[in-house]
Every structure is written in structure tokens, then in C-alpha cells.
């Protein structure tokens, strides 16, 4: 069964500080999802990594995606405050017909 | 941009109660999604629905647990008899099916049980 781990689970930073967050699963995926939820909220689709090697960049945030290592990395450059959420991995089982999310990563950035 | 709408936003019910869910999937997506979210927890994956049937369930779908697709835009899930420890966010998804999108969510449910 398809298992999905994200850490750290919480994270306390600086602003201006570079981070990463990091998201193993144990089957094999060629689709995996980086998702933002702000308290209270819904959730907010980052990233759609779907080969090895990808890596995708939106503003602060850079995805990666490393297929053969099972393990997608979330990478923070000089935070910001407005970057405080949850930000979830979620990974498409090759043979299922859902998502499997990790437990999140409550990230926390004091200005 | 089209979205996933999903009503109530909020509702109270009593333990034991039936409840329904109701979410309008984007208008020309064909796979449905339920998962919940219990207060600070990672969200959980419940059941996907295709071509009129149930693809999947998780262990969590029981059979107090049923979904419906009633007519062309509506997508529901119905709680029989609900317990305190169904109270949840709980988020209707959706994706047209060509594999590489993302699963497009709507705004939750917050379930409250009382």
C-alpha cells in the first residue's frame, strides 16, 4: 500500500531564510502533487510533477521530483511571511484511482 | 476559471442523524472524489467515483458511507447515521481524466457532530 511521508512536520523560520521540505512515498509514481492549504481553507494546487528529473518554480517555491529515489523535495528561497500554510505531497498510486496525501508540513515564517 | 462548489459550507447535525454532502464537480470532468480532513490531520482519501459506479474506496468508506451521482452535475455523499468521529472537513474533488492534471478541490464541508 502506497505510504506517503513528509518532514519535517512543523517548521518555524526566519524571513529571508531558504528551507526545504521533503516528501518520500514507498510505490511506484510518476504523478505527484505539492498542494498549500491555509487554515480553514481548501487546498490550493502548487505543483504537478510527473517525470523524473522535473522541477517546476512558481515565485519562492521550487518543486522537484526524483523518481528512482521515491522522494520529491519542496525547496523555500528567502521567505516570506505570506508563505505561512500547510503544504501537503500527495502521490498518485500507479494502479489506483486516488491521491494519497502526506501528513503536511505546517510551515511558520516570523517576520 | 471553473471550480468545484460544494454545499453546505457548514453543517451541524446530532449523532445519528443522516447527512448529505452535496458538491457541482466541474462541468466537463469525469472522475469524483470524497476525502475528509479531521481537525489538524492529513486529508484521507474516501471513495472515486467513475461512469456511475464506485472505482475505489478506503477502508474508512463503510457502509454507513454511500455516494451518488443524481443527475448530470450534482455529486453527493450521504452519511446513514452519523458518529462524533465523522466530524471532519470533508472535500469533493474532481478531474477530467486525461491522467496528468491535478485533482481540482472544492472548499469543504466542515461536519459537525454533535
Known amino acids: 500500500e502506497l505510504k506517503v511521508e513528509q518532514n519535517p512536520l512543523f517548521l518555524s523560520m526566519q524571513e529571508g531564510k531558504n528551507y526545504t521540505i521533503y516528501c518520500n512515498y514507498s510505490t511506484t509514481s510518476d504523478r505527484l502533487y505539492w498542494y498549500r492549504q491555509d487554515p480553514g481553507k481548501s487546498l490550493e494546487s502548487l505543483f504537478v510533477?510527473?517525470?523524473?528529473?522535473a522541477v517546476k518554480q512558481e515565485g519562492r517555491l521550487m518543486a522537484s521530483l526524483d523518481t528512482k529515489a521515491r522522494l520529491s523535495t519542496l525547496h523555500i528561497t528567502a521567505a516570506v511571511h505570506d508563505l505561512s500554510a500547510t503544504y501537503f505531497c500527495a502521490v498518485w498510486g500507479d494502479r489506483d484511482d486516488k491521491i494519497i496525501f502526506g501528513k503536511g508540513t505546517r510551515l511558520h515564517i516570523l517576520p | 476559471e471553473p471550480e468545484v462548489t460544494q454545499t453546505p459550507s457548514h453543517q451541524v447535525t446530532q449523532m445519528g442523524q443522516e447527512v448529505i454532502l452535496r458538491c457541482v464537480p466541474i462541468s466537463n470532468h469525469l472522475y469524483f472524489y470524497w476525502y475528509r480532513q479531521i481537525l489538524g490531520q492529513k486529508v484521507e482519501f474516501l471513495v472515486s467515483f467513475y461512469n456511475n459506479e464506485i472505482s475505489e474506496k478506503s477502508e474508512i468508506f463503510d457502509d454507513q458511507f454511500s455516494v451518488e451521482r443524481p443527475d448530470g452535475s450534482n455529486f453527493t455523499l450521504k452519511i446513514r447515521s452519523t458518529k462524533l468521529e465523522d466530524s471532519a472537513m470533508y472535500f469533493c474533488a474532481s478531474r477530467y481524466g486525461r491522467g496528468q492534471e491535478p485533482q481540482h478541490f472544492g472548499d469543504g464541508t466542515r461536519l459537525s457532530i454533535l
Open positions: 510533477l510527473l517525470s523524473n528529473g
